[in-house]
């Protein structure tokens, strides 16, 4: 039984790895104005690097969520950060485009154990009375990573050069797996369940996608997910590019405009909850979010038309902060939809197929941007995303239901 204090440790040490995370993937971005002028990338290269990130974060995530089961979050978590900030530290020292592919796949696979890793300790470390608490805060402060990081990398580039600013990141990380394991030190976690009996580990994905609602999820995260890598990776580039921003000037424009995703995110779950103890159907709260979400990114193209680069981070941080309210109740939606026993399978498929289209967007901006047609195209496509992905809800969930547990599923929890 662990302590309240020990817990609290443990919880503050979870939410810093998710801001680690976010801190390591987004270096690149940042600096990528620097970095492409020192290495003569073009965007196409850039393109290509963030494809590999995001193809490898893709089929990882098809076997962490299986490998963390296996481990146990005593030794998942300490594995995980320090196998990604031995990948971030790599950047530092790669030269040629084939040695920073490495070294974005290899960030790419070890960070896809922070999501389900993350889940499973906060699932572990508190009853389930407290757990939504514990999901809420750790959706929240993951975005105070991608605020930090434009304000203190560029900075750190500035003095010590951009090849620090990766190794710094990955230093952190080396630095929290032993706080990890001192901390965990003669801790006996009940979280290792009987995965053995439970196949390998793509038997867990295949089982979910005879059900049509798991492709609802997985399209309509393709759709959304796109828009998200897109912002997240070329957001930097497009603030140079249209305002001549680099450095230590990025730092506020995009600091304020990822703050906008965690107030979406904040916002979006506060609502829906209240709405629905008022008595409004959950099909009604669900799908009006997502509707709203949807509508509220209709103006992004607007930005490529403003002469005040802070009227652009008004209208790209609206698109982020819509963003994270739909994506908060497109996890809703697969807990309203799924059985218990498949929320954590239609997850990370979900999450798999996300990434597969933010695989393709971020590549395809870098095609395009290289044969110069400008952000028009990808901005255009990213108003009308959400939407797509909400037609597509509703034509293959009609009307949201809790569904019964297989018939298998629940002989197995009778005996």
Known sequence: MLSPRRRRILFTLVLTATILNLVDRQIIAVLKPTIAADLHWTDDDYGTLAAWFQGSAAFALLFTGWIVDRLGV???????????SIAAIGHGWARTMGQFIVARAALGATEAMGTPAAIKTIA???PPEKRSFGFGMSNAIGSIGAILTPLAIPAIALWWGWRAAFVLGGA???IWGIAWLAVTRGVAFADRD???SAGGPLSGIVAVLAYRRTWAVAIAKVLSDAT???LLFWMPDFFHRMFGLTGLDLGPPLAVAYGCGALGAFLAGTIATRLMDRGFSINVVRKGSLLASALLVLPVPLALGVTDYWAAVGLLGLAIGAHQAFSTNLFGLIADVSPASQVGRVT????FCGNLGGM???KIAGLLLTAGFGY???FLFAAISYLLAVGVIQIMIPRIEQPDEPVVTKLARAH
């Open 194 to 196: 009987a995965i053995r």
């Open 360 to 362: 393709a967007i971020v």
């Open 172 to 174: 952190l990380g080396l």
């Open 376 to 378: 028009t195209p990808l």
């Open 124 to 126: 572990t470390i508190f």
């Open 74 to 84: 005593k030794w998942a978590n300490p594995i995980g950060v320090i196998a990604w």
């Open 348 to 351: 990370s498929f979900g999450a």
């Open 228 to 230: 998200w890598w897109l």
